[in-house]
């Protein structure tokens, strides 16, 4: 029992980490979310069926590779990007959370693309509005990573609830 709860813990701050390591634009930060995840799962805390775990193992992986082959840093050392993404993300989550479980990661897709758009606005950010590549190129690098681990922890979420209400 005290082990199960120890693990389920340590589920829930690993994808905590992977959120916040979203914020520090660090590239594993995808395979942090997943592996908390799958310990959320493996303890019984969210009941995920095989294919939806095995979907999303491998969208994590597939983003951890994008960012790692797509040159889309920013060149400054502030990284005040991907924070901006990562609330737009956080926020279309919850929006989406709100009206159905289904609309969930498509509006965290399009919170991700509503925080580019206002980075792309600031000071610092001109440079991502410079040309449509330089956008769809740092949209790739960063914004699908964050909508990859803003989506497993609204997954987290939900299925965290539903087990509560269904225990209650």
Not at 76 to 88: D, K, N, W
Not at 117 to 146: A, D, H, M, N
Not at 151 to 160: K, N, P, V
Request: charged share 10%.
């Amino acid at each position: 029992m005290f082990g199960s709860l120890a693990i389920s813990i340590t589920g829930a701050v690993m994808i905590a980490a992977g959120l916040a390591c979203e914020a520090k634009c660090l590239s594993f930060s995808t395979l942090v979310a997943y592996a908390g995840l799958v310990l959320l799962h493996f303890t019984g805390c969210i009941n995920l069926v095989d294919s939806s775990l095995i979907f999303w193992g491998v969208a994590a992986l597939l983003a951890f590779g994008i960012a790692m082959l797509l040159p889309g840093k920013e060149p400054t050392a502030v990284r005040r990007g991907s924070l901006f993404l990562l609330l737009g993300a956080i926020a279309g989550l919850l929006v989406g959370m709100s009206i159905d479980a289904s609309v969930m990661i498509l509006s965290a897709i399009i919170g991700t693309l509503i925080g580019q758009l206002f980075y792309s606005r600031t000071p610092k950010g001109r440079w991502v509005k410079f040309s449509f590549s330089t956008f769809i190129s740092y949209f790739c690098s960063v914004g699908l990573k964050i909508i990859v681990s803003t989506a497993i922890a609204g997954i987290a979420m939900e299925g965290f609830l539903r087990n509560q209400t269904v225990t209650m």
